[in-house]
């Protein structure tokens, strides 16, 4: 290792010696600097930020300090692909062009990319969860939940919430068990009677981490195996005070640098790093699933949306909702360059319009026949083939292109309100793909597909009447109302929801309707156990938890609660108003008792029966 001495000899910048321009309080530390630090300290100065040095006590004082500033230096350096310089490079050129306003997409002429449109419960879309399930075994998980979750301004992780009050299923649980049904599922399908263990990766960050793990192990986590489930950590980036991306101290330790979030587009070079998707690859597996922290619908569409990718061969299959034209969610297009470069690719909605009226397209984003606008709405859930990522990946490391977005304080844009940072987002990993990648989108129904919860109440409460509320609530009530209508499809009689209003929201409740994954995986599952004399009134609460329950002759205006353990079959038939209420349990495993319980056919939401 080279002396100090050595190291600031070679240090010349500009034709001088760098230390001479460096503040007075860098000089008068540098000779107790180790070499590495001097490099560090050199690489600030030269970047223009001389200020994080201003304030440096004298030698002496604040030492241990000042080591741990540059240990968090070094540590922002090593984890940004290229080092803190190349991000400072890139802030410059990205905060110039957010201050002239310029459109990243300046160029590009917007056209309806290739995708599929599915009904839910049609023939075809059968067909698609069919095949989805057998590919499933060669899939593996991703979830990122490394964001601060500011807008639902919970202190908790928001994984660790209950999806619905009913069974009090918290996402992360709701989300393993998903998998494990599937893998159930789809080892079962296998023609080699292979088992298999669907790989479940978490992205974390110093906000989640903790927390996240602290969930799982406290809860076994939730019936996975813990070497299924791999946890990868997102470093922060440096925030930017102004547009000369000048770092930002700690307003309460100016031995720090502020770090912000950097977004989930972190999530493929986490996964490129991490090794796991050769290890994939060579295990035989085709797919990865991205997919985010409060969404209880996602996994009703996950099957047919796999087995989208797996007939169509999609590389890049984003699952999408019909969007209304202008509706605020990005829509999913196809842009083609005057160069000749295209790329499928979400873009914000506040982007499109101006862009299709910039193109020959005179009224901007309008709704077609259909009702809906045809650039589908995005959901930031992705399929990706793993063979094409891993090439994609070897010429990238996983980089995906970022953006900024300063809050300027007011109209000269010279000043911001508070520091911004660059971000990058999971669904911009196609901006990079060669013409030839095939990338399409799957359209399912919203009510199927998509609930996130992203708002606090009181926002929520403030949402334009029409627009979704995001919220705890309309999440809750999301899952309700898909089930309630998945039942109906498969023949159920379902009583209609009643308008509500929770915390300023009005919402429609169904009967509140849950069950586990591995008892309704698929339409066609659901189907085999519901039967047409089955109803189920809309003040009634149905749980359902296990995988053999047959309802087929259930006539529910109360509360009924199922557990069936795991080798059990329980038929529920015959009940009625007027037959006191019975139900039968079959019972293939010894141990398990099924008492024959009465009065489930209640009128009021009590409570009335457990298995
Ligand atoms: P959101 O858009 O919901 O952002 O992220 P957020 O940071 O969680 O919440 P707000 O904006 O502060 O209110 C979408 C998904 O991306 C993950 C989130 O955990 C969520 O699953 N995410 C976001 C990350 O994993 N890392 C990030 O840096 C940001």
Same mark, same amino acid.
């Given at each position: 290792?080279?002396s100090?001495?050595?190291s600031l000899s070679?240090?010349?910048?500009?034709?001088g010696d760098?230390?001479?321009?460096?503040?007075p309080?860098?000089r008068?530390n540098?000779?107790?600097?180790?070499p590495?630090?001097?490099e560090l300290?050199k690489?600030?100065?030269?970047t223009?930020?001389s200020r994080v +040095?201003e304030?440096?006590?004298?030698? &002496?004082?604040?030492?241990? /300090?000042k080591? @741990? !500033?540059l240990?968090?230096v070094a540590? =922002?350096?090593t984890?940004?692909p290229g080092?803190?310089?190349s991000?400072i490079?890139?802030?410059?050129e990205?905060?110039a062009?957010?201050?002239a306003g310029k459109?990243?997409f300046?160029g590009?002429t917007?056209?309806v990319?290739?995708?599929?449109v599915l009904?839910?419960?049609?023939?075809? +879309?059968?067909?698609f969860?069919?095949? &989805?399930v057998k590919?499933? /075994?060669k899939? @593996? !998980?991703v979830?990122?939940?490394?964001? =601060?979750?500011?807008?639902?301004?919970?202190?908790g992780?928001?994984?660790?919430l209950p999806?619905?009050?009913?069974?009090?299923t918290c996402?992360?649980?709701?989300y393993?068990?998903?998998?494990?049904?599937?893998q159930?599922?789809?080892?079962?399908?296998?023609?080699?009677?292979s088992?298999?263990?669907?790989?479940?990766?978490?992205?974390?960050?110093?906000?989640?981490?903790a927390?996240?793990l602290?969930?799982?192990?406290?809860?076994?986590y939730?019936g996975?195996?813990?070497?299924?489930?791999k946890?990868l950590?997102q470093?922060?980036?440096a925030?930017?005070e102004d547009?000369?991306?000048?770092l930002?101290l700690?307003?309460?330790?100016k031995?720090?640098?502020?770090?912000?979030?950097h977004?989930?587009?972190?999530?493929?070079?986490l996964?490129?790093?991490?090794?796991?998707l050769?290890l994939w690859?060579?295990?035989?597996?085709?797919?990865?699933?991205?997919?985010?922290?409060?969404?209880?619908?996602?996994?009703k569409?996950i099957?047919a949306?796999?087995g989208?990718s797996a007939?169509?061969?999609?590389?890049?299959?984003?699952?999408?909702?019909p969007?209304?034209a202008?509706e605020?969610i990005?829509g999913?297009a196809k842009?083609?360059?005057?160069?000749g470069?295209t790329m499928v690719?979400?873009v914000?909605?506040?982007?499109?319009?101006?862009?299709?009226?910039?193109?020959?397209?005179l009224?901007?984003?309008?709704?077609?026949e259909?009702?809906f606008?045809p650039?589908p709405?995005?959901i930031?859930?992705?399929?990706l083939g793993?063979?094409p990522?891993?090439?994609?990946?070897?010429?990238?490391g996983?980089?995906?292109?970022e953006?900024?977005?300063?809050?300027y304080k007011d109209?000269?844009?010279t000043?911001?309100?508070?520091s911004?940072?660059?971000?990058c987002m999971m669904q911009?990993?196609?901006?990079?793909?060669?013409?030839?990648?095939?990338v399409?989108?799957t359209?399912?129904d919203?009510?199927?597909a998509?609930a996130p919860v992203?708002?606090?109440?009181?926002?929520?409460a403030?949402v334009?009447?029409?627009?979704p509320?995001h919220?705890?609530?309309s999440?809750?009530?999301a899952?309700?109302?898909?089930?309630?209508?998945?039942?109906?499809?498969?023949?159920a009689?379902?009583g209609d929801?009643?308008?509500?209003?929770f915390?300023g929201q009005?919402v429609e409740?169904?009967p509140?309707i849950?069950?586990k994954p591995?008892w309704?995986?698929t339409?066609?599952?659901?189907?085999?156990?519901v039967g047409s004399?089955?109803?189920?009134?809309?003040?009634?609460t149905l749980?359902?938890n296990?995988?053999?329950i047959?309802?087929?002759?259930?006539?529910l205006?109360?509360?009924?609660?199922?557990?069936a353990?795991?080798?059990?079959?329980?038929?529920c038939?015959?009940?009625?108003?007027?037959?006191s209420?019975?139900?039968t349990?079959?019972?293939?495993?010894p141990?398990?008792s099924?008492?024959l319980?009465?009065?489930?056919?209640?009128?009021?939401s009590t409570?009335?029966?457990f298995i």
């Amino acid at each position: 290792m080279a002396s100090v001495a050595e190291s600031l000899s070679g240090l010349d910048i500009a034709g001088g010696d760098w230390a001479a321009s460096a503040p007075p309080g860098l000089r008068s530390n540098l000779p107790a600097l180790s070499p590495d630090q001097v490099e560090l300290a050199k690489m600030l100065v030269e970047t223009g930020q001389s200020r994080v +040095f201003e304030h440096w006590a004298d030698p &002496g004082v604040d030492d241990d /300090r000042k080591k @741990a !500033f540059l240990e968090q230096v070094a540590r =922002l350096d090593t984890s940004y692909p290229g080092g803190l310089a190349s991000y400072i490079k890139t802030a410059r050129e990205l905060l110039a062009d957010s201050k002239a306003g310029k459109n990243p997409f300046d160029g590009f002429t917007p056209s309806v990319p290739s995708g599929e449109v599915l009904t839910f419960g049609d023939d075809n +879309f059968i067909n698609f969860e069919e095949t &989805g399930v057998k590919e499933a /075994r060669k899939a @593996a !998980f991703v979830l990122v939940a490394g964001g =601060l979750g500011e807008r639902l301004g919970y202190n908790g992780i928001k994984v660790a919430l209950p999806a619905e009050t009913t069974s009090g299923t918290c996402y992360l649980q709701h989300y393993i068990e998903s998998v494990l049904a599937l893998q159930e599922a789809s080892c079962r399908l296998a023609e080699d009677g292979s088992g298999t263990q669907i790989p479940f990766v978490i992205m974390t960050s110093d906000d989640t981490h903790a927390r996240t793990l602290h969930l799982l192990e406290s809860n076994g986590y939730f019936g996975m195996q813990p070497s299924q489930v791999k946890l990868l950590k997102q470093e922060k980036v440096a925030c930017l005070e102004d547009n000369d991306a000048r770092l930002a101290l700690d307003p309460s330790d100016k031995y720090k640098i502020q770090t912000k979030p950097h977004g989930h587009g972190d999530v493929h070079a986490l996964l490129y790093s991490s090794g796991l998707l050769n290890l994939w690859h060579d295990a035989g597996m085709k797919w990865v699933l991205f997919f985010q922290d409060t969404n209880g619908l996602l996994f009703k569409a996950i099957p047919a949306a796999l087995g989208v990718s797996a007939i169509r061969q999609f590389h890049v299959n984003s699952l999408a909702v019909p969007r209304k034209a202008k509706e605020a969610i990005g829509g999913i297009a196809k842009l083609t360059h005057a160069d000749g470069r295209t790329m499928v690719i979400n873009v914000e909605y506040n982007q499109l319009d101006p862009l299709l009226r910039a193109t020959g397209y005179l009224n901007g984003d309008v709704n077609d026949e259909t009702g809906f606008s045809p650039f589908p709405g995005n959901i930031n859930q992705l399929i990706l083939g793993l063979g094409p990522y891993i090439e994609e990946l070897k010429k990238t490391g996983g980089a995906i292109k970022e953006f900024v977005n300063p809050k300027y304080k007011d109209a000269s844009k010279t000043s911001f309100k508070s520091s911004t940072r660059l971000e990058c987002m999971m669904q911009d990993y196609p901006k990079t793909l060669s013409p030839t990648a095939a990338v399409g989108f799957t359209v399912m129904d919203t009510w199927l597909a998509y609930a996130p919860v992203k708002n606090n109440p009181e926002d929520a409460a403030k949402v334009p009447k029409g627009n979704p509320y995001h919220s705890a609530t309309s999440g809750e009530m999301a899952i309700y109302r898909a089930n309630s209508l998945i039942l109906r499809k498969a023949g159920a009689h379902v009583g209609d929801p009643v308008m509500q209003v929770f915390n300023g929201q009005e919402v429609e409740v169904w009967p509140r309707i849950v069950w586990k994954p591995k008892w309704g995986l698929t339409f066609s599952e659901v189907r085999r156990k519901v039967g047409s004399s089955c109803s189920v009134s809309q003040k009634s609460t149905l749980l359902l938890n296990g995988r053999d329950i047959f309802i087929e002759d259930l006539s529910l205006d109360g509360a009924l609660i199922i557990n069936a353990g795991e080798d059990a079959e329980v038929c529920c038939d015959k009940l009625s108003q007027e037959e006191s209420s019975k139900c039968t349990g079959v019972s293939r495993a010894p141990y398990l008792s099924f008492p024959l319980f009465s009065s489930f056919h209640a009128r009021h939401s009590t409570l009335c029966a457990f298995i």
